[in-house]
Antibody
């Protein structure tokens, strides 16, 4: 049974870079696609971006200028980088396996943007 | 970008009754629609995919229907454990987009 686990700093200063890793357990990262999703406090779900195991990416237009998603098959993990963060980027960040639908989710990691 | 609109925002239903949740897409998405259940403090959980296929672990009380722009999630014989926020999500076009959610109170 595939499981996902997000990791990274829980606190990031404004204007700095948010970096998170999603590690895939119980299966190979290859032959699947993966997405990042976030949820601001008390709000709904916002899709951030996607990476195909070939390395092809697709990003939310509203975040595209600040987001990079990459994959490291040797470590069975993929990552999210979000530049120039503001308080509006405070959220729970989830990684998920993407088959169009998102069928496996990590438990999420809370990131707070504050000085 | 395809806009997904869910209604109602909040639905209060008594145990044993039926709940009907709606999701509308701003353009046709065929049957490329998923539903998720999210309970407080938990990650969303895939409930329905392909508009009507139930994901593993959910009872037959949960069913999805619709195609094109209008979709429905129906939950029969409501139980207290069904209290959650339900989200729809389209995967027909990029970017993937979610509805704003329906909070179901039992």
């Amino acid at each position: 049974q595939v499981q996902l686990q997000e990791s990274g700093p829980g606190l990031v200063k404004p204007s700095e870079t948010l970096s998170l890793i999603c590690t895939v357990f119980g299966g190979s990262i290859s032959s699947y696609q993966w997405s990042w999703i976030r949820q601001s406090p008390g709000k709904g779900l916002e899709w951030i971006g996607y990476i195909h195991d070939s390395g092809i990416t697709n990003y939310s237009p509203s975040l595209k200028s600040r987001v990079t998603i990459s994959v490291d098959t040797s470590k069975n993990e993929f990552s999210l980088t979000l530049n120039s963060v503001t308080a509006a980027d405070t959220a729970v960040y989830y990684c998920a396996r993407d088959s169009g639908d998102l069928d496996v989710w990590g438990k999420g990691t809370t990131v707070t943007v504050s000085s | 970008e395809i806009v997904m609109t869910q209604s109602p925002a909040t639905l209060s239903v008594s145990p044993g009754e039926r709940a009907t949740l709606s999701c509308r897409a701003s353009q046709s998405i065929s049957r490329n629609l998923a539903w998720y259940q999210q309970k407080p403090g938990q990650a969303p959980r895939l409930l329905i995919y392909g508009a009507f296929t139930r994901a593993t672990g959910f009872p037959v009380r949960f069913s999805g229907s619709g195609s094109g722009t209008d979709f429905t999630l129906t939950i029969l014989y409501l139980q207290s454990e069904d209290s959650a926020v339900y989200y729809c999500q389209q995967y027909d076009n990029w970017p993937r987009t979610f509805g704003q959610g329906t909070r179901l109170e039992i």
